[in-house]
């Protein structure tokens, strides 16, 4: 296991199941351990006659037991993990029996499945006729939607007029069905994209001594975004695509497969938020290649109930091909390949003064206006509390940075008062933490959830 302790009980779906599972981390539960280069395994004993059969695919970290919990990973899961971290000479190197093996292959099939349907035109076993007449349709589709998005975004327009007519500060008096209202009808207009960029507005009002500034910064981002989509056949392709996704429109996976970078590296995960709403729930995760040191962006959303598809953690590193979405300054990726890493010291690549980083967030904006979140590495910074309450990194300069979430105390005391390297996600004019460098080193410091 490459993994420490802390980033396994990072893994637990709830406190429950990560005390189960140090509860496990020991011996006189388990029987037929062994691991190889691709997974881990062993058998516990449970309340039943039979032992249940635990497997970690040692390349994304995920975790499958024949349990019957509906808890991902389990509790034996992480247990069988925490086992091999304390005591790694427990788990001896072997040939994988029939039941790993047999689930290895499995999976490797089901990946091979997935990636040879995403490159496979979806027209392909279609004939010429049948293709023709489903492009026609499509075609419609598109027109009948183009229409209704013109119509959403000239009512948003009069909206816009009449907010700005009333005056900003009517808006602080407004309720929240004001806003909900304008951003369904973009909704029904098939623009939902930026329905949801609306509702947010719907927080600034009253919400510190300088909201009518960012409610104003807002709105302008919003006219900037409908009137952009009015001149998208002006603007150059990977722009266009990026406004066209932010109104509402989406690209296929064919789309994404044929237009977008890859980038194969070795990847270390810098850290994830979650965010939970209506029963959904939303991960971030933001890595950097070793040798491209380039930033990347994965999303993954799902019910509140069920797993994410893919397992990150971060401090951990991974081998692999991401696939870029195309845009303007492309961000978001996807995995297509993963395999384990080589143990390495880990190097971020980023600006040494807050200068610097402002310089490259100014060249990211102007290529992209609307970013909403920017990730971001910042060297030779120190960590400094203000009043206890009031939490700030300061380069070699003296210039400062506020902090708006992260471990701080372990921060503080990880640096000694002396300059670290940082890697942030940068948001309503201030960093969230993920974590910090030290010689070589990656601790992982950022809040898993928000």
């Not at 993990?81 to 290895?104: C, G, H, K, R």
């Not at 981002?221 to 392709?237: E, I, N, S």
């Not at 004019?429 to 809040?447: F, K, Q, R, S």
């Amino acid at each position: 296991m490459r993994l420490t302790s802390d980033q396994v009980v990072a893994l637990a779906p709830d406190s429950g199941s990560a005390s189960n599972g140090k509860k496990l981390a020991n011996t006189r539960h388990w029987k037929s351990l062994g691991q190889n280069d691709a997974a881990l395994w062993g058998e516990c004993q449970g309340s039943g006659k039979d032992p249940y059969q635990v497997r970690v695919d040692l390349a994304t970290n995920e975790a499958s037991c024949s349990c019957p919990s509906r808890k991902f990973p389990c509790k034996h899961g992480l247990g069988l993990m925490l086992l091999a971290i304390s005591m790694p000479d427990a788990v001896p190197t072997s040939a994988a029996p029939d039941w790993v093996q047999s689930w290895l292959a499995k999976r490797a099939a089901n990946k091979a499945k997935q990636e040879a349907k995403q490159a496979a035109p979806s027209d392909e076993l279609m004939d010429e006729a049948t293709a023709a007449q489903r492009a026609k349709e499509q075609a419609k589709r598109i027109a009948q939607r183009e229409a209704k998005v013109a119509k959403g975004l000239d009512r948003l327009d009069l909206w816009l007029t009449d907010l700005m007519r009333n005056g900003l500060e009517d808006a602080k008096e407004e309720p929240s069905s004001f806003w909900e209202g304008a951003a369904a009808q973009l909704v029904d207009s098939q623009a939902g994209t930026l329905a949801n960029r609306v509702r947010q507005l719907a927080s600034i009002p009253g919400s510190g001594a300088d909201w009518p500034e960012r409610l104003l910064g807002g709105l302008g981002r919003v006219t900037l975004l409908t009137t952009a989509y009015r001149r998208a056949d002006t603007l150059d392709p990977a722009l266009r695509n990026d406004v066209r996704q932010m109104i509402g429109w989406s690209l296929s996976a064919e789309e994404v497969a044929a237009h977008g970078e890859r980038v194969t590296d070795e990847w270390l995960v810098l850290g994830q938020f979650t965010e939970e709403e209506n029963y959904l729930r939303t991960q971030r995760v933001w890595l950097q290649g070793a040798n491209s040191h380039r930033n990347a962006l994965i999303l993954q959303t799902g019910s509140i109930k069920t797993p994410f598809p893919e397992v990150f953690v971060a401090g951990d590193w991974f081998a692999g091909t991401l696939l870029f979405w195309p845009g303007a300054y492309p961000l978001r990726a996807k995995v297509e390949r993963r395999d384990v890493a080589s143990d390495r010291a880990s190097a971020l690549a980023g600006p040494e003064t807050i200068e610097g980083f402002y310089g490259g967030m100014s060249d990211a904006l102007a290529r992209q206006p609307w970013l909403e979140r920017f990730p971001c590495v910042l060297r030779n910074m120190t960590p400094v509390v203000v009043q206890k309450t009031r939490w700030l990194v300061r380069d070699t300069t003296g210039a400062t940075l506020p902090l708006r979430k992260g471990d701080f105390w372990r921060l503080l005391a990880l640096s000694g008062g002396h300059p670290l390297t940082l890697a942030c996600e940068w948001e309503d004019d201030a960093l969230a933490v993920m974590g910090a460098e030290i010689e070589g080193h990656y601790h992982p410091l950022g809040g898993m959830q928000q």
